[in-house]
């Protein structure tokens, strides 16, 4: 456990000189540029109707995956069958 603690205040240290304007939190994060489901279109837009009438939700993976929608319409894809 100390040393999760230690590797893991070390690597928010590293992140905090790369990036000295944001917060460690924010460092880490992905910088992703997503595609909101009121903001769809095309085949982003089919695939979220698509959960939308199957699961009445968009699952985060899903919205990770939307700025390529040729990789979110494979997705989508594969869960129609459910």
Known sequence: MQRF???????????KR???NQSAKEASMALIQTVSPDQAEGKV????????????????PFEMMSPSPELLSLAGQSIACW
């Open 5 to 15: 603690k230690f590797s893991h205040s070390l690597r928010l240290k590293k992140l």
């Open 18 to 20: 790369l990036h000295p």
């Open 45 to 60: 837009r089919e695939v979220y109707d698509m959960m939308m009438e199957k699961a009445r939700v968009i699952p985060k």
